[in-house]
């Protein structure tokens, strides 16, 4: 069986702007994105689950999507639940650095040495949990790509470039919306796959981001390698 | 709370260095150069639909700071009800202040902070303009 296509975790800040708290999950988030796994992990910022479209409502349904808060609000827990999907893990900051015994958090413009050390606590628990839903480590190129721009799929715009395509597809006389397409076929090119056999592979990866209905599996399949032969079309075409 | 005080909503961007701006500007604004007549309401909490934070934003007109098009803040701000007195583009500003280029996300560079410092004194400079009487309300 080919390889299946490389999933990331999603991490979402609450980056709340009133309190220090809020200041420490956007480093640690950063650190985690930019320093300790960023090959395994994509962010998206919170407000775009409202200001922004349907790619970027699909983020968590797409991404097992650790969320990180400052304090019980949980802006971002409850946020993404409310217009994603159900976090995979959360992370409240106040509650996790008592826990470590971290010192009182103060500056939300200049972290004191406290909140500079919950920010290094609360990446490492962050890498935890992405090594935990997706694998530690891996830096293939597969690894660090990004979702495909394409004609066909709407994605976000957003300059945490974090939008997950959503195309619709004409399955058994019904538009049904399917998360990740142009990732799944690019991979299955790679993969270098006859035609004719490309369509368990793709069934089977279509699964991994989108419900595929058991009784509705033939109709699927039909539909999703019909928009493969016209994927493939194109490319060849340019 | 003081409710004459403008809220002021950054855009909570985490992408790029223009998000990182806002949240500078938004600051320096409410904390250093204009305390007094600015409250800073963090985005999240719109997201939520806190209501405290609604009703800050419903209380007066806005001033939101925004770092890509997508205009989170100002979006965010209207969606819970609230109006605003100036909706500021980071990009647009930075068209103004060409020699500032803003680097760095978590750690913004020294043009970045200066490009925030002048946004920031922008603004105060306008809401000094609305508190005392002006026409742009």
Redesign the interface.
């Known amino acids: 069986m080919p390889n299946p296509v490389q999933r990331k975790a999603g991490i979402v800040?609450?980056?709340?702007?009133?309190?220090a708290e809020?200041t420490v999950t956007?480093?640690a988030?950063?650190?985690v994105l930019?320093e300790l796994r960023p090959a395994n992990t994509v962010?998206i910022?919170?407000?775009?689950?409202?200001?922004?479209g349907e790619g970027d409502r699909a983020f968590a349904r797409f991404h097992p999507t650790i969320t990180v808060d400052g304090c019980e609000?949980r802006?971002?827990a409850?946020?993404t639940e409310?217009?994603s999907g159900k976090p995979a893990a959360s992370i409240v900051v106040n509650e996790l650095a008592e826990k470590r015994g971290v010192g009182k958090i103060e500056g939300?413009?200049c972290l004191n040495e406290a909140g500079k050390q919950a920010v290094d606590v609360t990446a490492q628990r962050l890498a935890e949990l992405v090594d935990q839903f997706v694998g530690k480590g891996e830096t293939s190129e597969r690894a660090t790509e990004s979702v495909p721009v394409t004609n066909e799929a709407k994605v976000?715009?957003?300059?945490?470039?974090?939008g997950v395509s959503v195309t619709e597809l004409l399955i058994a006389g019904e538009t049904v919306e399917l998360l990740a397409l142009p990732l799944v076929f690019r991979h299955c090119q790679e993969e270098k796959l006859a035609l004719e056999d490309a369509g368990e592979y793709l069934v089977q990866n279509v699964k991994i981001h989108n419900y595929v209905p058991p009784e509705a599996e033939a109709s699927y399949r039909e539909a999703i390698l019909r928009e493969y032969g016209a994927f493939c079309a194109r490319k060849e075409s340019r | 709370m003081n409710s004459t005080k403008v809220p002021v909503i950054p855009c909570s961007g985490i992408g790029k260095s223009l998000g990182s701006v806002t949240r500078e500007a938004a600051y320096e604004l409410c904390d250093t150069l204009r305390p007094d007549r600015t409250q800073l309401v963090a985005l999240s909490k719109l997201v939520l639909g806190e209501e405290q934070a609604r009703e800050r934003v419903r209380s007066g007109l806005s001033v939101t700071i925004d770092g890509c098009k997508q205009m989170c803040a100002a979006k965010l701000v209207k969606h819970s009800g609230g109006k605003i007195a100036r909706e500021v583009a980071v990009f647009e500003v930075f068209r103004r202040y060409k020699e500032l280029k803003p680097e760095g996300i978590a750690e913004l560079n020294a043009a970045g902070k200066q490009l925030a410092g002048a946004l920031a004194e922008e603004i105060a400079a306008y809401i000094d303009e609305i508190s005392e009487g002006g026409s742009h309300a």
Not at chain 1, 13 to 19: F, I
Not at chain 1, 45 to 52: I, M, S, T, V
């Open positions: 800040a609450c980056s709340g702007e009133e309190l809020g956007r480093l988030a950063l650190k930019h962010t910022c919170l407000p775009l689950f409202l200001a922004g609000l802006c971002a409850r946020g409310m217009y939300r413009r976000a715009a957003c300059s945490c470039e974090s």
